[in-house]
């Protein structure tokens, strides 16, 4: 805060590198404050206590007024043949190089793995315009057979003889929460989209998807603490071309994290990145409720768990792959 206090009274000169790492410390602190949220999310009601004068949702209230919006006339939009633009370009070895050293006003600072723009290409595919629910998530586990294929998720509790989903005010009822995208690891996902006959997107395919529908934060999107819960999502609805929000969680792609043509490590933190190019880590796009959002607009972060990890705030959504007819 010193330093923030000396550029401000020019004490300091705000230099590239400077910017660099107070970018660096605020962001990874954002990060850090949503880690231990979802900590506490797992003892909420038995344990964790709120601050206080935080009040609980109406939630009987809320459930009655997302049971009235209409359902989608379609379950899924076709996107592509198309060319993605994926990742920024910011050389940090710049930073200390004349004339970039003082070139910091409206520069893109960004971590190493976003670096550098590359451009790809994807096939024509359907995806499903919002998540998968806690409701179709759990039909498929409860009803279904799915216990015998995934786990019970870490976002859901065993109450007595009821599965209720768990929020920083307590557990809820799953009827409160049936519309809300579910919260799982990518194991479970992707094998509940193999049931329904289809995948989880690619990081390509995904950001194609939210470059055409996602809304931002000024459009309503659930990020930033707008709520301190999921809420259902709105994608795919009839205003605004069918842009909306998924509902408030980070999404699953197939892309496994790993280095790109291209990629330099952070001289600053060069563990940021390199030390989960292990293969056992997905790319997941997007951001959750508590995800600020300059992190969750910015197109080009990338961020990453271990495909079986079942604590962060993650989601996902349904592709199909489209067969070509012979000729």
């Not at 005010?169 to 049931?195: C, K």
């Not at 000024?218 to 603490?225: D, K, L, R, V, Y």
Request: hydrophobic share 35%; proline share 7%; net charge negative.
């Amino acid at each position: 805060m010193k330093l923030y206090d000396d550029i401000d009274s020019h004490k300091v000169a705000l230099t590239r590198k400077i910017g660099r790492v107070l970018f660096m410390t605020l962001e990874h602190e954002a990060m850090h404050a949503e880690t231990l949220l979802y900590m506490l999310l797992q003892r909420a009601g038995s344990g964790t206590i709120p601050p206080p004068d935080f009040i609980s949702p109406p939630w009987k209230a809320l459930k009655a007024s997302w049971e009235e919006s209409p359902p989608l006339e379609t379950r899924t939009v076709t996107l592509g043949p198309a060319t993605v633009t994926l990742g920024h370009d910011d050389d940090e070895a710049k930073d200390e190089v004349k004339p970039f050293k003082e070139d910091v006003d409206g520069h893109g600072f960004g971590w190493d793995n976003e670096h550098p723009k590359r451009t790809v290409a994807i096939e024509e595919f359907k995806i499903s315009w919002r998540p998968v629910t806690n409701g179709e998530f759990y039909r498929f586990y409860a009803l279904e057979g799915g216990k015998d294929k995934v786990d019970l998720p870490a976002s859901w509790v065993q109450d007595g003889g009821d599965i209720k989903v768990r929020t920083l005010y307590g557990p809820v009822d799953m009827d409160t929460a049936y519309q809300w995208p579910v919260i799982a690891p990518y194991t479970s996902l992707s094998t509940y989209a193999m049931v329904r006959g289809g995948r989880l997107p690619t990081e390509p395919e995904l950001r194609l998807f939210y470059d055409k529908f996602e809304s931002g934060y000024e459009g309503g999107a659930n990020i930033g603490f707008r709520n301190w819960h999921p809420v259902p999502a709105t994608t795919g609805g009839e205003k605004d071309g069918g842009r909306g929000s998924n509902g408030g969680v980070w999404e699953w792609t197939s892309t496994v994290f790993d280095k790109v043509d291209g990629f330099v490590p952070s001289k600053l933190y060069p563990g940021y990145s390199m030390d989960f190019f292990d293969g056992k880590h997905q790319v997941v796009l997007g951001g959750s409720y508590a995800t600020i959002p300059r992190i969750a607009e910015r197109r080009s972060f990338r961020n990453w768990y271990q495909r079986n990890y079942p604590y962060s705030w993650v989601g996902g959504r349904i592709v199909y792959d489209i067969k070509k007819g012979l000729n």
